[in-house]
């Protein structure tokens, strides 16, 4: 009997190692980046050149794949669920999203999350959503990632995703480019995901250019090196550009505490996560800023914890959030559009600016 249930045993055992080392092979053989500086094609429908002196407005905003209702909470932030509920709360959510992008009324619009097809967003074609529903706007994507499956939490796996950012601008865009971000080596690149940022050329009326920089940065990595070299990388592409005498921007989600003190602002644990150290203002090239005017008197946060679902003034918030912006740009002001996390982990951010 005793040789009987040793043999079951070891016949389990093998099958679990088999599989797991299956699932491993698969996971390394599947893993792919895309190459760096890619070029990509802008979907122009509209070819207005912008002006000097002229008010524009910027909006940016994770979407987090329209996943985030305010009662949802995330598995690799403490809480219980991978994927969205349903295919209806996806819609729900991008439609609301896109009512805010109405109401908002931007000139360029930023999105980060942005799934083109998901298990984790019900295969939600979202970038053809945003594309369908703002249809008054050139539009670009840029991909993210294409993830393998991922066969965790075990009970709900979080799947597969492709997933990206997407550009919206009245401005035409002449030509875009996909550059890769340094992403981790190990085997946290399958958790942590690939990154990337993109860079949009827009014509102003007096010969210079717009560079439009839409990222999204690592959240969950421990190496603090990988942050600073997703940095670095973006800094060198915004002085060159502004060096030639462009107008740069970048809009997007840093994983960085913006404020500098959001524990303060908001109240909230200060304890540091991953995605919530200081932004290092002091290491932007020379001639860039990031603009934060009245954010902090004004207490919005643009990002909540998901540990739990969202209970205000209770719910870990801060402001990741923002803008990075050349001295040749004029701010004339900086918000948060307080939605209460109704469509997303995010609310948006938008700017009012002139170029001198």
Do not use: C
Not at 12 to 19: D, E, G
Not at 170 to 180: D, F
Not at 252 to 273: A, M
Not at 311 to 336: M, P, R
């Amino acid at each position: 009997n005793m040789k009987k249930v040793g043999k079951i045993l070891l016949g389990i055992i093998t099958a679990i190692i088999l599989v797991l080392g299956g699932y491993l092979i698969y996971l390394f053989a599947s893993y792919d980046r895309l190459p760096d500086h890619l070029t990509l094609k802008p979907d122009n429908q509209h070819n207005q050149v912008l002006e000097t002196n002229k008010t524009y407005r910027a909006m940016s905003h994770n979407i987090g794949y329209g996943a985030y209702p305010p009662s949802y909470s995330f598995f690799m932030d403490g809480g219980k669920y991978s994927r969205a509920y349903d295919k209806k709360t996806v819609e729900k959510n991008m439609n609301g999203i896109v009512t805010t992008t109405k109401e908002l009324d931007p000139t360029f619009a930023f999105y980060q999350e942005v799934d083109q097809d998901g298990d984790r967003s019900q295969h939600v074609d979202e970038v053809a959503f945003l594309k369908n529903h703002l249809s008054d706007y050139n539009s670009l994507y840029g991909q993210n990632y294409d993830s393998s499956y991922l066969f965790y939490p075990f009970t709900d796996p979080i799947g597969q995703a492709k997933s990206g950012l997407v550009t919206l601008s009245q401005a035409e865009i002449t030509s875009s480019k996909r550059y890769s971000l340094p992403i981790e080596t190990n085997f946290n690149k399958f958790v942590d995901l690939d990154r990337a940022f993109t860079v949009s050329r827009m014509p102003v009326k007096n010969g210079h250019e717009f560079i439009a920089i839409n990222t999204h940065l690592s959240a969950f990595t421990k190496d603090r090196s990988i942050q600073a070299a997703q940095l670095k990388k973006i800094f060198d592409v915004m002085e060159s550009e502004y060096k030639k005498g462009n107008y740069v921007m970048v809009a997007g989600d840093y994983n960085h505490d913006v404020l500098g003190n959001s524990p303060d602002v908001f109240s909230t644990s200060k304890k540091r996560e991953t995605w919530t150290h200081p932004f290092p203002k002091e290491e932007l090239p020379a001639g860039f800023h990031l603009p934060t005017g009245k954010l902090a008197e004004e207490k919005k946060p643009s990002a909540r914890a998901l540990n739990e679902p969202y209970k205000q003034g209770k719910t870990y918030t801060t402001l990741i959030d923002g803008f990075l912006v050349s001295d040749n740009i004029n701010v004339e002001a900086v918000h948060i559009k307080d939605m209460q996390f109704k469509y997303s982990d995010h609310n948006p951010v938008y700017l009012d600016f002139t170029f001198k």
